[in-house]
């Protein structure tokens, strides 16, 4: 298949362009351009605009462009741990630091375009003295990190837009125009170019939650760079041919993203690289797939110019595993009792997890490409919601609610759509036109960690206070900026997240692999651990519990002994049940191929739990059970 594009002309901008501390911006033939920052450049390599409007303005030269953004970072590199090695919680104060080199060094690039400031202006970020003394070494470093002089490219942070709080808003506005003004001075000082975001149009339809852009608020980034160095208003914007340059823009980002921070890193490169398959020697196989993106693009960014180009090959599937049938399972299941099989591959692929919305529907997080994506595969995991139609007591409709997902490990209805936890973000996906799927996605949150992949978020519920609750495991590093400040979390945790406020608030600490969160008739909170082999936990706010690093005092669990690995947890609150079943909980021994029941009393002024024996076992390996919810119609 091709395409074909035809020429596009000229457009005045009508945006205001900011000072310049000093000098002009261009690029030149063969410059490697990296750009790097916080959630500001990171988000960046998802719209795309920015090095659109580049691209075109310098259509006549070969000019590459890697995205080294991270969300919550600072100029001293302090959200970059996940390139470590080193197991999660173990990094000393400059691990950032020394990574951040190493990405530059990995990639030498002649011109760097830094985007700090956000992160570092938020609570939780840095003081303007030490933002200051991080920018004045950064740029002192980045001539012997990259190999080679740099060519260096300031652009301030984006403003503070109004959503929010009115005081918060005035504050957070001011620590934004001192951190603007020393890099405004930093340019003068070393004769930078530099351009200051702050007078950008207060318009609410540039920005997500007041300190993130949107994708118009890139577009008009991207036009104040124009203005400001008083290039060409092209309408690089505009039409099929600038849509199809600025997809393969995208595409390119999305090979360069898992080349730069794969997926299951821990797995790759890091403390457990012998454990699974070896994959390490693979990574360097997307350069190639960047490079043939890259190629596609010189041949499309002269906008005045008609084009056809042949329609890029997309592999989606796994070119290593197939769907094979299986024969049901042979089960043991508790007396008084029957198992029934209520929907099956191909209807889903992997599950991760799984919630009822308020008409009885179910929604799926399935993934064919967990643990990560081979190379050269598009991720294009789904979330699936499936429905009994006829009353047939099995699933009859599998309709694909979203798509093009990476590894989604969570999700759970709600808002007009659903919440899903993917790999670095909470995203929210709406149906705006009551079709059934999805037209509108949402970046809720970054810089979740993904460097286990069953680690990363995931058990996303709605708690009692009307939050969202999610959790996340102990080899992944969480680095996000919110409009209440930055949370970093070196561990396992349990985060809570207010969706109208964008208030994320991390509530109970520790365990290892915490696979299991339900909550009682009374609020209380209760967890189960898919590696720590203390069967139920009870949480409450501020407790730390097993492998928290530096905690003081560590809660143990409340069934004493040893137990397996436990992954998802519910709670019977069901007349399907009998009288002595009402309050116990269910949660799953997946290496041992059944599900378990525990009795729950209390206990002074806490709780015990006590196993009491299997619902359903299984001697095959085909049963592998890691979710469990009560349904609807009261079965489990």
Known sequence: MTRTFFSLGLVAAGLHASALGAGSFELKEGDRVALLGDTFIEHEQYQGWLELAMTTRHFDRTVSFRNLGWSADTPAGDSRNGLS?????????????????????????????????????????????????????????????????????????????????????AKHRESLVKLDGILKALAQKRNLPFLSLQDLPQNPAYTENGIHLSSEGYKAVARQLETAFGWKHLTWDQGEAAAALRAHILRKNAWFFNRSRPANMAYIFGFRRGEQ?????????????????????????????????????????????????????????????????????PMLHKPTQMNFDASGRLWVASSEDYPQVEVGQTANDQIIVLQDTDGSGKATQAKVFATGLLIPTAVIPGDGGCYVGQSTDLLHFKDTDGDGVADEKRRVLSGFGTE??????????????????????IYTRTDTETPHGVVR????????????????????????????????????????????GGGINWAFPGAMFTTYAH??????????????????????????????????????????????????????SGYAAQELGDLVRSEEVSFRPIDVKMGPDGAL
Request: charge should be negative.
């Open 277 to 345: 398959g070896r994959n390490a020697g693979e990574i360097p196989q997307f350069d190639a797939l960047v490079e043939g993106e890259e190629k596609l693009i010189a041949q499309l960014r002269d906008l005045s110019k008609r084009v056809t180009v042949p329609e890029p090959a997309v592999r989606t599937e796994s070119a290593v595993a197939a769907h094979t049938d299986q024969p049901l399972p042979k089960f043991t299941v508790a007396d008084g009792y029957e198992i029934n099989l209520w929907a099956e591959n």
């Open 452 to 473: 286990d992949t069953h680690h990363d978020i995931h058990t996303l519920r709605r708690g009692p206070d009307g939050k969202l609750w999610v959790n996340q495991s």
């Open 85 to 169: 090695e080193l197991q999660a919680g173990t990094e000393n104060g400059d691990e950032g630091w020394k990574q951040l080199q190493n990405q530059l060094k990995t990639y030498k690039p002649n011109v760097v375009i830094i985007g700090y400031g956000m992160a570092s202006s938020l609570p939780g970020g840095q003081t303007p003295e030490a933002f200051q003394a991080g920018m004045e070494r950064l740029l002192d470093t980045l001539p012997a990190a990259t190999g080679n002089p740099v060519r260096v490219l300031l652009l301030g942070p984006p403003p503070r837009f109004a959503v929010g709080e009115k005081e918060e808003i």
């Open 489 to 532: 979390i070196r561990s396992g945790a349990i985060m809570r997240f207010d969706p109208h406020t964008n208030q994320l608030t991390p509530t109970f600490f520790g365990w290892l692999n915490s696979w299991g969160h339900q909550f009682d008739r009374f609020g209380q909170s209760f967890t189960t651990d898919g590696a720590g």
């Open 551 to 604: 905690a003081e005092k560590i809660l143990d669990s409340v069934s004493p002994g040893s137990y397996p690995k436990f992954a998802g947890l519910e709670i019977i609150e069901s007349t399907n049940f009998p009288a002595d079943w009402q309050g116990s909980m269910i949660t799953c021994d997946f290496r041992a191929h059944r599900v378990v029941r525990f009795g729950v009393s209390d206990q002074g």
